[in-house]
């Protein structure tokens, strides 16, 4: 099972059943510096994966963003 949750505020983003290694999420394609930043491993074959969430992301250059 693979978790997404916002590694800023912690909100829990996703839930997926699979496995983290699926091709369909994309984590394979990560290089490995990039995947030790974001990925977590437990030993239940749970995988915890720290990204941002709308609400954290940055304003882009002062414009409104689209969905504001």
Not at 28 to 57: K, Y
């Amino acid at each position: 099972m693979v978790d997404y949750v916002c590694g800023q505020c912690g909100r829990r983003i996703a839930q997926y059943e699979g496995r983290w290694d699926d091709p369909r999420l994309g984590l394979t394609d990560l290089r490995p510096e990039q995947l030790e930043d974001i990925v977590t491993h437990s030993a239940q074959d749970f995988t915890l994966v720290r990204v941002r969430c709308e609400a954290c992301l940055p304003m882009p250059w002062g414009e409104p963003l689209w969905y504001n």
